[in-house]
């Protein structure tokens, strides 16, 4: 099935400029305009390429990181992906820490605003002071 830049775009769920970009940045390949016609010609390998990209993406990698792990496809390069699913899984660690605890000092400050004591709620003090 073959599909114009649009299509494509429409089919990865970003806009054409998007789909501009990836190739700009190497993640995605602009094929040749065949026959002088103009028009680039998209296959559903590409759709599943973009739709890698953008998940790759959603589960926090960077374009820089999504890029070496389309290269290391090609290789094979099992040991390298791993190495970058765990230093991904990592810092997805580190952040969902860190959301944890502003949840708890968030629920504490809440409950000692609902305390009803006097004075200012300690909920807008904590913010000023940070």
Do not use: H
């Amino acid at each position: 099935m073959s599909m114009t830049i649009a299509k494509l775009a429409e089919a990865g769920g970003v806009g054409v400029e998007t789909v501009r970009y990836y190739q700009r940045r190497g993640l995605l390949i602009a094929p040749a305009r065949p026959g002088g016609t103009g028009f680039r010609s998209y296959d559903e390998g590409d759709v599943r390429r973009l739709r890698f990209i953008r998940q790759a993406q959603a589960a926090g990698f960077t374009l820089d990181e999504i890029g070496e792990l389309l290269a290391l496809d090609a290789t094979e390069d099992r040991n390298r992906a791993r190495e970058l699913a765990r230093s991904r899984i990592a810092a997805l660690d580190a952040s969902i820490a860190e959301m944890i605890a502003a949840r708890q000092a968030l629920a504490r400050l809440a409950d000692e605003c609902g305390s009803g004591s006097a004075g200012p709620c300690p909920i807008l003090t904590a913010f000023e002071e940070s």
